[in-house]
């Protein structure tokens, strides 16, 4: 008859293999982060060249699809040595739907630059077909960030998937601002587009401030502080506020993306240091999880104690986490101790989930809401993002709340509207 | 090279075994529920022997004894027979660490029984011993109602769960019921206790009917609208309003023992119910999803259909689950849209899934809130309860809210009070 040492030990080897799993799938996220990175770049030479009805930018896009097909081999690689054979209880089925997805996406990809190639497409109809495939590849991501239940980790990935969040708004912006100064006139829809994608930036960044780990945090930090910010704002600031019609200096579009560029390349490095914290953080945790599991296991391999099994009566209860659980080796211990503590840590850990979960939570909420608008009141996705920023404004609420309000009001909105 | 499709179908894979191994998870849930049933009322009889000072109910409860002895031989076989060996990512880790606790439990019954017999504790430190195995088991039924992630199988675990977590608090204030009635003298204490006890209770059933069927709605429903609930409202009455020290005929602990076990009897008919609503649900949505395994698997034997890959990036965003899914056969279809659908529907289910734990948090941040507060100004369980509640009413906000705000202190509460 299995004994609770042994569910201990089986807990235990439950937890490892989930932080193995965490390893592999992170690796292909950085696969994935690195084709984002290319397509991100190929997207604003794409509307370099558009802007310039193909006279310049053509060889620098060549190289860089050429790079593009490379990563995407890789990735495709990585994909082909997922395990999808012995079906996984637990996120297998969205990150796979998610793969499936994304794999339509890259089919498409030649005949998308086809089109670029050929200016059969607008730069606004080519940013759209990128930014859905970057934002098919940043959901694989996100399934990812959902899938932990070690709340360190799950911090890590929430960081992280909010990082590259960020970096693909901020690719959008150079994309949209190249395409607007190649085009030299300005243009108020396009000027709030970039607005839109400043501030949608902007709180991703925050939510990766809050969750990463504080070294990264100032390697950010000090990547920012520097020249290129300031250009930067000084050319967000021509872009934005100039007049309906007024003409852009066309011969600015290059040095607004090399700057848009610089800073985005900053930003892999960032992302590249998260992945790496979190590389680390998983092996940290498997190593002690593995420590611990030879713990048990010696003590399987003890004669049991005389142990008084009343205890189990007259200790704390196992489900208040407001004493800090201590770790290490405990062959020392009575089994009940080791089964009340690791209830309390698995509590605990449970606890502070839920509170970074919270984090993707109201992401997905206020997505929601906003994909809620955009049916019913046919808005674009700024303008129902403008739309409830106004509403929180108004209302002196927060943007959650007003996501909230908006989706607890879907059952009374018409199915369609006229 | 792995496709779209395969993808598709090993996405498929995964939701079956999830499906699968929830089924088996709730047959292990099944029997948890009969032990419980079991243990409530050999605490409810041990109360009315110790009440008695040993001089009444000793045969029925030594016969209520054999009864829990065998179907605790029943949970053991079902532990034996789960899959330790493998470990599983997902909620393994947390479902087998209450195992284990559950297991040390199980262990110290029969000390426990022999305190009770020998009468060395009162009512109170039996009922405390046997409250405490009880929410170990129930502890092992939460895990199994926080590990699904179809929405329509989550609700009919949190309407289950809660239904039990109820039953249980109808349990306990049948065991303090029958001390006091057996004591012959009220007591302000315990009173308080009891309100707490029905008060919870209520919350409990609130969200069960929330959630559940509303076939098993109205099942309880016409159980709860006979005259035996009318007789408990009585004796709640009497016990409730007597003034400290004020005598209670003893006589009456027997038929508010009945009268309560009536009620509880019933309320095991509708947690099997609820049971077999759930292995219904997941049987159902087996077949469909094995259904549609087989038109992807069929779809993987035909030649490719000519599709233009470029239809990838017209479609409608694939994120906004505004538009119900469909189901059913999908061979004329191309994969593209397969995939779409999927992804809707995973997303679809994901934001619903989201508003189902929301239950769950709730209690567990109301939990935690209180734990807290019986660490930090050493309340017993009711009175940290009313304080909250009490909060809750003078502020005008919800005790979820009230929750809250409690841990949102806990950082600036000193580590230990005086």
Redesign the interface.
């Known amino acids: 008859?299995?004994?609770?040492?042994?569910?201990?030990?089986?807990?235990?080897?439950?937890?490892?293999?989930?932080l193995q799993?965490l390893a592999l799938t992170s690796a292909l996220v950085n696969v994935t982060g690195r084709l984002i990175h290319g397509l991100q770049r190929e997207r604003g030479l794409s509307n370099l060249l558009i802007g310039s009805q193909g006279g310049r930018f053509a060889e620098m896009r060549a190289h860089q699809i050429e790079e593009c097909r490379q990563i995407e081999g890789e990735l495709?690689a990585c994909?082909?040595s997922l395990d999808?054979?012995s079906?996984?209880?637990?996120?297998?089925?969205?990150?796979?739907?998610?793969?499936?997805?994304v794999?339509?996406?890259l089919?498409?990809l030649d005949?998308?630059r086809e089109?670029v190639a050929s200016l059969q497409w607008n730069t606004r109809q080519a940013t759209?077909?990128y930014v859905?495939?970057v934002?098919?590849l940043l959901?694989v991501v996100f399934e990812a960030a959902d899938s932990a239940?070690d709340p360190e980790i799950s911090r890590l990935l929430v960081a992280r998937f909010n990082f590259m969040q960020g970096k693909e708004f901020a690719g959008q912006e150079r994309a949209v601002g190249s395409a607007l100064f190649a085009s030299g006139r300005a243009d108020t829809g396009e000027q709030q587009r970039l607005l839109h994608l400043i501030e949608s930036q902007e709180r991703c960044l925050q939510v990766f401030t809050e969750f990463a780990n504080p070294r990264v945090v100032d390697f950010w930090a000090v990547s920012q502080a520097s020249t290129t910010l300031a250009e930067l704002e000084r050319m967000r600031r021509v872009l934005c506020t100039a007049a309906q019609g007024v003409p852009l200096n066309a011969q600015l579009s290059q040095a607004w993306f090399d700057c848009c560029s610089q800073r985005i390349d900053r930003m892999k490095s960032v992302e590249d240091r998260l992945a790496l914290d979190l590389l680390r953080a998983c092996e940290d945790k498997t190593t002690a999880a593995r420590a611990e599991l030879a713990s048990y296991q010696a003590l399987q391999a003890t004669p049991a104690q005389e142990v008084d099994?009343?205890?189990?009566?007259h200790d704390v209860?196992?489900?208040?986490?407001?004493?800090p659980p201590s770790y290490g080796l405990q062959l020392d211990r009575p089994?009940?101790e080791l089964?009340?503590e690791?209830?309390r840590r698995?509590q605990t850990m449970?606890?502070e989930l839920?509170t970074v979960r919270a984090s993707l939570?109201e992401r997905?909420?206020i997505?929601?809401a906003k994909?809620?608008l955009?049916?019913?009141r046919q808005l674009r996705e700024e303008e129902a993002h403008k739309t409830m920023r106004q509403m929180a404004m108004n209302q002196n609420r927060r943007l959650i709340e007003v996501a909230e309000a908006v989706l607890a009001m879907a059952e009374v909105l018409p199915e369609r509207p006229r």
């Not at 008859?1 to 807990?11: E, T, Y």
């Not at 079906?87 to 997805?101: D, E, K, N, Q, T």
């Not at 099994?309 to 009566?313: D, G, I, R, V």
């Open positions: 008859m299995k004994s609770g040492l042994n569910f201990l030990v089986a807990a235990k080897r439950c937890e490892i293999a989930e799993q495709r994909f082909d999808t054979a079906a996984r209880v637990g996120h297998g089925a969205r990150l796979f739907s998610r793969i499936a997805y794999l339509h996406g089919d498409a005949g998308l089109h759209d077909a859905r495939l934002a098919g959901a239940s099994a009343l205890s189990f009566f209860p196992a489900n208040f986490g407001v004493s089994v009940l089964v009340q690791q209830s698995l449970s606890d839920d939570n997905k909420v997505e929601r994909g809620l955009m049916a019913h």
